[in-house]
T-cell receptor, first 109, second 117 residues
Framework: QQPVQSPQAVILREGEDAVINCSSSKALYSVHWYRQKHGEAPVFLMILLKGGEQKGHDKISASFNEKKQQSSLYLTASQLSYSGTYFCGTENTGNQFYFGTGTSLTVIP | NAGVTQTPKFQVLKTGQSMTLQCAQDMNHNSMYWYRQDPGMGLRLIYYSASEGTTDKGEVPNGYNVSRLNKREFSLRLESAAPSQTSVYFC????????????????FGPGTRLTVT
């Protein structure tokens, strides 16, 4: 029931774009995205709800395809500060919440 | 506000020893959670508490017990530690997002790095 994230790792140069995908086998009510820097706690980035509402970060966007039970996180014009591990968390219609295994993002100068 | 605090930051136990991880939040949140994080496994929910006086099992509850002492505090106890419980443990609390139905943001503590030898 843990969502699957892809890719597992990505390396970017500053200014490049990245897409991180999250896929679930269950019907979803919401998708959450968190970022964790090395040695620190995860920090909330955004949430997307079934029906299209979303609340999140001003420099990061995401989409939620309810029919495909998938979400994608879009990081545009990446900055060094974007480096970290990104986790999606999915809440299914049975109110069960699971985090994905994470995507490691490294931005280099 | 301190947010979510956890003690201790680091702990080494021998197999069979017991210990309690402490967590407190000062944000007046109803819901609190305990996760463990292992390399390549992401964050897995051990137990959660939707409100004071209630607790429920998560994905990996075996070997753990919890107590929701009051609204602020949620502790995790390992009765007989095993090497498989070597992990980083995170406590979190959450509140509903204002004006949103069914949406919430989790706030995480700094984590406890536990090694069982």
């Amino acid at each position: 029931q843990q969502p699957v994230q892809s890719p597992q790792a990505v390396i970017l140069r500053e200014g490049e774009d990245a897409v991180i995908n999250c896929s679930s086998s269950k019907a979803l009510y919401s998708v959450h995205w968190y970022r964790q820097k090395h040695g620190e706690a995860p920090v909330f980035l955004m949430i997307l709800l079934k029906g299209g509402e979303q609340k999140g970060h001003d420099k990061i966007s995401a989409s939620f395809n309810e029919k495909k039970q998938q979400s994608s996180l879009y990081l545009t014009a990446s900055q060094l500060s974007y480096s970290g591990t990104y986790f999606c968390g999915t809440e299914n219609t049975g109110n069960q919440f699971y985090f994905g295994t994470g995507t490691s993002l490294t931005v280099i100068p | 506000n301190a947010g979510v605090t956890q003690t201790p930051k680091f702990q080494v136990l021998k197999t069979g020893q017991s210990m309690t991880l402490q967590c407190a939040q000062d944000m007046n949140h109803n819901s609190m959670y305990w996760y463990r994080q292992d390399p390549g496994m992401g964050l897995r929910l051990i137990y959660y508490s939707a409100s004071e006086g209630t607790t429920d099992k998560g994905e990996v509850p075996n070997g753990y017990n919890v107590s929701r002492l009051n609204k602020r505090e949620f502790s995790l106890r390992l009765e007989s530690a095993a090497p498989s419980q070597t992990s980083v443990y995170f406590c979190a609390s959450s509140e509903p997002l204002k004006g949103w139905t069914g949406a919430y943001e989790q706030y995480f503590g700094p984590g406890t790095r536990l090694t069982v030898t």
